[in-house]
């Protein structure tokens, strides 16, 4: 018997990488658990975010556009992703500037420049940050500044839950994988640890909620840059140092924060989604 093929698209950002499938014709049967089998890196595609796109209702929004971790979870935020899919999305329509919906609401995006083997530098607005307790959430009231957590990281959503650590020595980052499901967070949390290098510049590594220790966070560093300049030790605008390279964060008198960095295709393929377990 033979199967129909599904076509995606595997991105990265700074070696964050994803697989997109695109759902506008019609949706497949994508549970958690076929997502988890898929983003597999030994039996699966491999990906540390599984990335959908289907019709939006707002007439503003080119896409509505869904992230889902490697254990299956659904995220609300993915900043890296989101430069991949306005590249893709430029490319299709032809233009640098897009609007696309999330979980968190409409993001707008610039194509900033292209070259000819697939790489774009893309800005996407990634909205405002929120840092009410329960915005976060975290399951009790606390201070957001200054969580009630060995080291005091500070907490904010960037439409998913960051905590973030303000260390000397990046070794701390271990710390990761007890942090994420500390109770504190009820929906578990995406774990930062920056390192301040200059008022402008920071080193940060990010344990992320649902997929571990990733060579770059978007949204984890959106986070920091915000978390940061609420403590009074780094500018609005930084250039955030992450294992795969650099991005620059940008939060602005609009409260905005507006992320800019490479988008990059690495490969098209198909897949038979009915050979991964539902
Ligand atoms: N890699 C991401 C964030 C992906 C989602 C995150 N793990 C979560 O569960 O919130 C990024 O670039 O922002």
Same mark, same amino acid.
């Given at each position: 018997?033979?199967?129909?093929?599904?076509?995606?698209?595997?991105?990265?950002?700074?070696?964050?990488?994803?697989?997109?499938?695109?759902?506008? &014709?019609?949706?497949?049967?994508?549970? #958690?658990?076929?997502?988890?089998?898929?983003?597999?890196?030994?039996?699966?595609?491999?990906?540390?975010?599984?990335?959908?796109?289907?019709?939006? &209702?707002?007439?503003?929004?080119?896409?509505?556009?869904?992230?889902?971790?490697?254990?299956?979870?659904?995220?609300?935020?993915?900043?890296?992703?989101?430069?991949?899919?306005?590249? =893709?999305?430029?490319?299709?329509?032809?233009?640098?500037?897009?609007?696309?919906?999330?979980?968190?609401?409409?993001?707008?995006? %610039?194509?900033?420049?292209?070259?000819?083997?697939?790489?774009?530098?893309?800005?996407?607005?990634?909205?405002?940050?929120?840092?009410? @307790?329960?915005?976060?959430?975290?399951?009790?009231?606390?201070?957001?500044?200054?969580?009630?957590? !060995?080291?005091? $990281?500070?907490?904010? &959503?960037?439409?998913? #839950?960051?905590?973030?650590?303000?260390?000397?020595? =990046?070794?701390?980052?271990?710390?990761? $994988?007890? =942090?994420?499901?500390? $109770?504190?967070?009820?929906?578990?949390?995406?774990?930062?640890?920056?390192?301040?290098?200059?008022?402008? +510049?920071?080193?940060?590594?990010? @344990?992320?909620?649902?997929?571990?220790?990733?060579? *770059?966070?978007?949204?984890?560093?959106?986070? *920091?840059?915000?978390?940061?300049? +609420?403590?009074?030790?780094?500018?609005? +605008?930084?250039?955030?140092?992450?294992?795969?390279? %650099?991005?620059?964060? !940008? @939060?602005?008198?609009?409260?905005?924060?507006?992320?800019?960095?490479?988008?990059?295709?690495?490969?098209?393929?198909?897949?038979?989604? %009915?050979?991964? #377990?539902?």
């Amino acid at each position: 018997m033979s199967h129909m093929k599904t076509f995606f698209h595997k991105m990265h950002g700074l070696g964050n990488d994803f697989v997109i499938i695109d759902e506008r &014709s019609g949706s497949f049967d994508l549970t #958690p658990t076929r997502i988890a089998s898929l983003a597999g890196r030994r039996r699966g595609i491999g990906c540390d975010q599984f990335v959908t796109l289907s019709a939006s &209702s707002d007439d503003k929004a080119a896409v509505f556009v869904r992230f889902f971790n490697p254990d299956g979870s659904e995220a609300g935020a993915c900043g890296n992703a989101s430069r991949c899919v306005a590249s =893709l999305l430029g490319q299709e329509r032809d233009t640098d500037s897009l609007t696309f919906e999330t979980r968190n609401g409409l993001l707008k995006a %610039e194509v900033l420049s292209r070259d000819a083997l697939g790489g774009a530098v893309v800005t996407v607005d990634m909205g405002c940050p929120q840092t009410d @307790w329960q915005a976060v959430p975290l399951a009790k009231p606390a201070d957001t500044l200054r969580l009630p957590l !060995a080291g005091e $990281p500070a907490a904010l &959503s960037m439409g998913n #839950p960051h905590a973030t650590f303000f260390v000397e020595d =990046l070794s701390e980052a271990e710390r990761g $994988p007890t =942090l994420e499901v500390d $109770p504190i967070f009820p929906d578990r949390a995406n774990i930062g640890f920056a390192r301040i290098d200059a008022p402008d +510049r920071m080193r940060l590594r990010v @344990w992320e909620r649902g997929a571990g220790f990733t060579l *770059a966070c978007g949204s984890g560093a959106c986070a *920091a840059v915000v978390n940061a300049a +609420r403590r009074g030790l780094g500018e609005r +605008r930084m250039t955030v140092e992450v294992d795969g390279g %650099e991005m620059v964060i !940008a @939060w602005d008198a609009n409260d905005h924060v507006l992320m800019t960095g490479p988008a990059q295709l690495a490969f098209e393929g198909t897949v038979d989604l %009915e050979a991964y #377990p539902k």
